[in-house]
């Protein structure tokens, strides 16, 4: 028996409105448990804030990143600034690497997660205008080795020296760590200088460092807690600024880099 090709688009047609009939429903309210049981999370987050007289606008995507990249000759910040002008910028890096190739894949990237932006400005005035601060990029944990050539930094920093329980502290500067190179120290002499460090190891088994940012400012701002649970920073000062205190440590201090070879794509078949 030979079935004809039109009998088989008919059979064809009719399975296909019968199923499309059957997968029809109408929307209905979940119950309160059944919602319950529902949960997400967005992509991006918007928070606004205020504090010390400052709005603050803060945009935070909920990802985790990994980055292995090597970065030369960062100078941020380059303008005349009296009391210390050192290298004559607020951010004098030679060489800054994240990731290093030498002890296994897990050290080849560094971990970020949730980076954010967060912009402040002084609330509107009687024309109606509001006045933009300046602005901070952060994330919210940081996890990972760096390699670090570092010749003046402007911020608040705290390096914990790995074979020891000394602490490179600019809350110790008499300048307040603007433009510091870490060998001036009011209490004490400094345990070592940013000179003297080779490697940076970001986290540690209790998890990963939680406050670093970066921070562009016409005038000095205080920051809220950019995560839940920790105490505010130190108070950000005008121009360029970095902050990282939480769980950072200097893996050496003999100012050798460690090496961050990129990876090596090979083709199939070799």
């Known amino acids: 028996m030979s079935i004809r090709p039109a009998s088989i688009r008919s059979v064809l047609l009719w399975l296909t409105l019968l199923g499309s009939a059957a997968a029809q429903a109408q929307l209905a309210p979940l119950p309160d448990a059944e919602l319950a049981r529902v949960w997400g999370q967005a992509m991006v987050a918007i928070s606004n804030t205020s504090s010390n007289g400052l709005d603050f606008s803060r945009l935070t995507l909920n990802a985790d990143l990994k980055l292995s990249a090597n970065f030369s000759n960062l100078?941020?910040?380059?303008?005349?600034?009296?009391?210390?002008?050192?290298?004559g910028a607020d951010?004098?890096?030679?060489?800054l690497?994240?990731?290093?190739?030498?002890?296994?894949?897990?050290?080849?990237?560094?971990?970020l997660s949730n980076p954010y932006f967060e912009l402040v400005y002084r609330p509107a005035s009687a024309a109606g205008e509001r006045e933009i601060v300046g602005m901070r990029l952060g994330f919210e944990g940081v996890s990972g080795a760096f390699?670090?050539?570092?010749k003046t930094l402007?911020?608040?920093?705290?390096?914990a020296d790995s074979q020891s329980a000394?602490?490179?502290?600019s809350r110790q500067d008499p300048l307040g760590g603007k433009r510091w190179d870490g060998s001036t120290c009011a209490v004490a002499a400094c345990p070592f200088s940013?000179?003297?460090i080779g490697s940076l190891q970001a986290g540690d088994a209790a998890g990963p460092s939680r406050d670093l940012f970066l921070a562009v400012l016409k005038s000095a701002v205080q920051f809220p807690a950019a995560v839940a649970g920790m105490a505010a920073p130190d108070l950000a000062q005008a121009g360029i600024w970095m902050n990282w205190r939480d769980k950072l440590s200097a893996g050496n201090l003999n100012a050798v880099l460690p090496p961050n070879l990129p990876l090596q794509l090979v083709k199939p078949g070799g």
């Open 75 to 87: 100078r941020l910040g380059e303008y005349n600034y009296a009391p210390r002008n050192g290298s």
């Open 91 to 95: 951010i004098d890096i030679a060489r």
């Open 154 to 159: 402007s911020g608040s920093l705290a390096i």
């Open 194 to 196: 940013l000179a003297q």
């Open 97 to 111: 690497q994240f990731g290093r190739s030498d002890l296994g894949d897990a050290q080849r990237t560094v971990a």
């Open 147 to 150: 390699g670090l050539n570092a």
């Open 166 to 169: 000394n602490i490179l502290d």
